[in-house]
């Protein structure tokens, strides 16, 4: 049997895959002539599929369906060229009555801006337009009373076409553009009556021998591009009679021809937008005497393209595409580089299925990367990197922002303890020397500190403290702001030492979030037992990795208790510290009913 392309592939070294992407652009690029043609059918294929598969549950034959599409589709474009090409007669015949608003407009930008070069050259060339056509419209009488002494203008005419010269002269520049156009139905329609059998192709080229990732890969790049293909026609349809209709309003001349121009131009990411409102506006300039028209044309364009922006895209493409705004500005560049026009409205479909290539075929998984909108870093790696390179108030503003979408409790499993969690991994492989452990540790407790709310008014019941670095005292922290949020107050020591001003706390609650033994927690316990007597509460709160089990040591004693986990944690502390007056939270109850052991004095 033959094997698969992606398994001859097999893992990209760095050289190869600068090799592969060499010469798959230089593919692309001489390919060019035949590969246009193929993409815009293949999107044609894409867009008109479903239409085809309901026409065939009605019990249409395969051959039937497809021709009928292809065939209102054809009508459909023709109709379009045949209003735009009526619209922009009409508009040309018109233009030269706005000759006398437009020098007027010119002439009083230069009146407030004087000495402009561009304006200049504006007026030169309107004035320069008006004398070529005086001098077109007498040229015929000063041949016929040149008078004596003067010489005549001569003028060389050329043979009269005969109709088959004629019609090659107008012809000809048509014949490229209707071969591409019938190419491009040709392949659409193949396409579409030999899907099963292309889709079998492609999918072996996947990789037969994994037809789980293969299928998912095809059902992911057929349900992106058709939901955003039919969103985006929906939505460009809309802005395009929105627009029409506001040009109709406002009395911008030819709103059709706008309309359908801003309704097409939309395809095009980016510049076609741009392009859609520039036309309008600089007629608008040329037909008004005054300025109310263009500042309207260009009002009506923000309106709706913020409305479009900020309401319509989100609404409809939702993460139709999966691609960053990153990856479709380039994708814009690169397919305009290589294809020109065409590879404008080809930009953002091709993009979407190389991303789904790297998303489901690992050789090729740098494209999801490059392309993707999935993060490329995960929160927890993220926050950690911008500590590594020396960028706190990032870090900080990562937290930060983590507030505003998820719980603090899920924000410190999620991100900040598996962060400390990758500090610890890098200090035991000695991937951080002395200066460059103490800034990290001192970054994330900063970070963390960053992220405490005022201060509760009402004394504190409970002490957090580090078990033994800035990591741990960074768990404290995180613990004693969860146990705020429940309403009780707690006060900081530094490495089980003395806490910030005498106070009188019922609860010791000690965080170690690195890996330890039970003899260590053991040793940890006697050693703050013998500090706070032996009637306090003392909760030890586990942080480190889980897959790392600590063996809980014996003989503890009835007033020390070993958790894991902030819930844990929380739910131990809870049953001995009230609830402070004043600060909220919804443990008053549970606490009063359970013995409060004697408070201890810490100094």
Same mark, same amino acid.
């Given at each position: 049997?033959?094997?698969?392309?992606?398994?001859?592939?097999?893992?990209?070294?760095?050289?190869?895959?600068?090799?592969?992407?060499?010469?798959?652009?230089?593919a692309?690029?001489?390919?060019?002539?035949? +590969?246009?043609?193929?993409?815009?059918?293949?999107?044609?294929?894409?867009?008109?599929?479903?239409?085809?598969?309901?026409?065939?549950?009605?019990?249409l034959?395969?051959?039937?369906?497809?021709?009928? &599409?292809?065939?209102?589709?054809?009508?459909?474009?023709?109709?379009?060229?045949v209003?735009?090409? =009526?619209?922009?007669?009409?508009?040309?015949?018109?233009?030269?009555?706005?000759?006398?608003?437009?020098?007027?407009?010119?002439?009083?930008?230069?009146?407030?801006?004087?000495?402009?070069?561009?304006?200049?050259?504006?007026?030169?060339?309107?004035?320069?337009?008006?004398?070529?056509?005086?001098?077109?419209?007498?040229?015929?009488?000063?041949?016929?009373?040149?008078?004596?002494?003067?010489?005549?203008? *001569?003028?060389?005419?050329?043979?009269?076409?005969?109709?088959?010269?004629?019609?090659?002269?107008? %012809?000809?520049?048509?014949?490229?553009?209707?071969?591409?156009?019938g190419?491009?139905?040709?392949?659409?329609?193949?396409?579409?009556?030999?899907?099963? $059998?292309?889709?079998?192709?492609?999918?072996? +080229?996947?990789?037969?021998? $994994?037809?789980?990732?293969?299928?998912?890969?095809?059902?992911?790049?057929?349900?992106?591009?058709?939901?955003?293909?039919?969103?985006?026609? #929906?939505?460009n349809?809309?802005?395009?009679?929105?627009?029409?209709?506001?040009?109709?309003?406002?009395?911008?001349?030819?709103?059709?021809?706008?309309?359908?121009? /801003?309704a097409?131009?939309?395809?095009?990411?980016?510049?076609g937008?741009?392009?859609?409102?520039? +036309?309008?506006t600089? +007629?608008?300039?040329? *037909?008004d005497?005054?300025w109310?028209?263009?500042?309207?044309?260009?009002?009506?364009?923000?309106?709706?393209?913020?409305?479009? #922006?900020?309401?319509?895209e989100?609404?409809?493409?939702g993460? =139709?595409?999966?691609?960053?705004?990153?990856?479709?500005?380039?994708?814009?560049i690169?397919?305009?580089?290589?294809?020109?026009?065409?590879?404008?409205?080809?930009? &953002?479909?091709l993009?979407?299925?190389?991303?789904?290539?790297?998303r489901? #075929?690992?050789?090729?998984?740098?494209?999801?990367?490059?392309?993707?909108?999935?993060?490329?870093? /995960?929160?927890?790696?993220?926050?950690?990197? !911008?500590?590594?390179?020396?960028?706190?108030?990032?870090?900080?503003?990562l937290?930060?922002?983590?507030?505003?979408?998820?719980?603090?409790?899920?924000?410190?499993?999620?991100?900040?303890?598996?962060?400390i969690?990758?500090a610890?991994?890098?200090?035991?492989?000695?991937?951080? $020397?002395?200066?460059? !452990?103490a800034?990290?540790?001192?970054?994330?407790l900063?970070?963390?500190?960053?992220? $405490?709310?005022?201060?509760?008014?009402?004394?504190?019941?409970?002490?957090?403290?580090?078990?033994?670095?800035?990591?741990?005292?960074?768990a404290?922290?995180?613990t004693g702001?969860?146990?705020?949020?429940?309403?009780?107050?707690?006060?900081?020591?530094?490495?089980?030492?003395a806490?910030?001003?005498a106070?009188?706390?019922?609860?010791?609650?000690?965080?170690?979030?690195?890996?330890v033994?039970?003899?260590?927690?053991?040793?940890?316990a006697?050693?703050?037992? !013998?500090?706070?007597?032996?009637?306090?509460?003392?909760? *030890?709160?586990l942080?480190?990795?889980?897959?790392?089990?600590?063996e809980?040591?014996?003989?503890?004693?009835?007033?020390?208790?070993?958790? !894991?986990?902030?819930? /844990?944690?929380?739910?131990? *502390?809870?049953?001995?510290?009230?609830?402070?007056?004043g600060?909220?939270?919804?443990?008053?109850?549970? =606490?009063?009913?359970?013995?409060?052991?004697? %408070?201890?004095?810490?100094?």
């Amino acid at each position: 049997p033959l094997t698969p392309l992606t398994e001859k592939i097999g893992p990209l070294s760095s050289t190869g895959g600068i090799l592969l992407t060499v010469a798959a652009t230089a593919a692309l690029y001489f390919g060019r002539d035949i +590969l246009i043609p193929f993409s815009l059918a293949l999107l044609i294929s894409f867009a008109t599929a479903p239409v085809v598969l309901q026409l065939r549950k009605l019990g249409l034959p395969r051959t039937v369906a497809v021709l009928l &599409v292809i065939v209102a589709l054809s009508i459909t474009a023709t109709v379009f060229l045949v209003l735009v090409a =009526s619209q922009a007669i009409d508009l040309a015949g018109n233009l030269p009555q706005y000759q006398s608003n437009l020098e007027a407009k010119i002439q009083s930008i230069k009146e407030v801006a004087p000495g402009g070069g561009l304006i200049d050259r504006l007026m030169a060339m309107v004035a320069r337009l008006s004398e070529e056509a005086t001098e077109r419209a007498t040229l015929a009488p000063m041949g016929a009373a040149g008078g004596q002494g003067k010489p005549l203008p *001569v003028q060389l005419v050329p043979p009269a076409l005969t109709p088959l010269q004629l019609a090659w002269e107008v %012809g000809a520049p048509l014949i490229e553009p209707f071969a591409i156009i019938g190419v491009v139905l040709v392949f659409s329609v193949f396409m579409l009556l030999e899907r099963e $059998d292309l889709r079998n192709r492609l999918i072996w +080229l996947l990789g037969a021998q $994994d037809l789980t990732r293969a299928t998912a890969a095809m059902d992911d790049a057929a349900q992106r591009l058709s939901r955003f293909l039919l969103a985006q026609a #929906v939505l460009n349809f809309g802005y395009g009679t929105a627009f029409g209709i506001g040009l109709w309003v406002i009395g911008v001349p030819n709103p059709v021809l706008w309309g359908l121009l /801003a309704a097409v131009l939309r395809f095009i990411p980016l510049v076609g937008t741009i392009a859609a409102a520039t +036309l309008p506006t600089i +007629l608008a300039f040329a *037909v008004d005497p005054g300025w109310l028209m263009p500042l309207e044309t260009i009002a009506l364009f923000v309106v709706l393209d913020l409305i479009t #922006v900020n309401v319509g895209e989100p609404l409809l493409y939702g993460g =139709s595409t999966g691609l960053s705004p990153f990856a479709v500005l380039f994708a814009t560049i690169f397919w305009l580089t290589l294809w020109g026009i065409p590879g404008l409205l080809l930009a &953002v479909p091709l993009t979407v299925c190389l991303a789904v290539l790297g998303r489901h #075929v690992p050789q090729f998984g740098f494209l999801d990367v490059m392309l993707g909108s999935t993060p490329a870093l /995960a929160p927890e790696a993220h926050f950690y990197q !911008r500590i590594l390179a020396g960028d706190p108030l990032e870090a900080s503003e990562l937290a930060e922002r983590g507030l505003q979408g998820q719980p603090r409790q899920a924000l410190f499993e999620g991100t900040i303890l598996p962060a400390i969690h990758m500090a610890q991994a890098d200090r035991q492989r000695g991937a951080l $020397d002395g200066s460059q !452990r103490a800034a990290v540790w001192g970054a994330i407790l900063a970070a963390v500190a960053d992220l $405490d709310e005022d201060e509760p008014e009402a004394p504190p019941t409970v002490l957090c403290l580090g078990a033994r670095d800035e990591l741990d005292q960074a768990a404290a922290l995180m613990t004693g702001q969860l146990l705020a949020e429940q309403g009780i107050a707690c006060a900081y020591a530094e490495r089980g030492g003395a806490a910030p001003e005498a106070v009188t706390v019922p609860v010791v609650m000690v965080a170690h979030a690195g890996s330890v033994t039970g003899h260590q927690l053991g040793r940890l316990a006697r050693r703050l037992r !013998r500090r706070i007597g032996p009637d306090a509460m003392l909760v *030890v709160g586990l942080l480190g990795p889980r897959e790392q089990a600590e063996e809980m040591p014996d003989g503890l004693g009835a007033h020390t208790v070993v958790v !894991r986990g902030f819930a /844990a944690i929380l739910a131990a *502390v809870a049953q001995w510290a009230p609830v402070s007056a004043g600060n909220g939270g919804d443990k008053g109850t549970e =606490s009063e009913a359970m013995p409060e052991p004697p %408070g201890i004095a810490v100094a």
